[in-house]
């Protein structure tokens, strides 16, 4: 089993940033594929970034292409979401999740395994 941690959440002006950490504990994730997610009121969970297992690939939603950054670091088991330029449409509780299918970043959140409890970003105008 894979426990998910997500911290980093808060409050910010538009324009603004925030940088979201995902720290694992119970297995190392060195072996699995991370994802961001998030779930604005009213609305779908819906895909933000993912990473793969040694970080050759990454892959992002258009909405948020060019000013968010997906990472790793596999000595502290942690998945890093580095957010710039934040808009009001960002606001949305971030979800952090684990896949087994370690050499493929995927959109989808059936593909996903383990998830944490989520952490609120809002960004006000």
């Known amino acids: 089993q894979v426990q998910l941690v997500e911290s980093g959440g808060g409050l910010v002006q538009a324009g603004g940033s925030l940088r979201l950490s995902c720290t694992a504990s119970g297995r190392t994730i060195i072996s699995y594929s991370m994802g961001w997610f998030r779930q604005a009121p009213g609305n779908e969970r819906e895909f933000v970034a993912a990473i793969t297992s040694l970080g050759g690939s990454t892959l992002y939603a258009d909405s948020v292409k060019g000013r968010f950054t997906i990472s790793r670091e596999s000595g502290k088991n942690t998945v890093y979401l580095q957010m710039d330029s934040l808009r009001p449409e960002d606001t949305a509780v971030y979800y952090c999740?684990?896949?087994?299918?370690?050499?493929?970043?995927?959109?989808?959140?059936?593909?996903?395994?383990?998830w944490g409890q989520g952490t609120q970003v809002t960004a006000s105008s």
């Open positions: 999740a684990a896949s087994e299918a370690r050499y493929v970043a995927s959109r989808g959140a059936n593909a996903y395994n383990y």
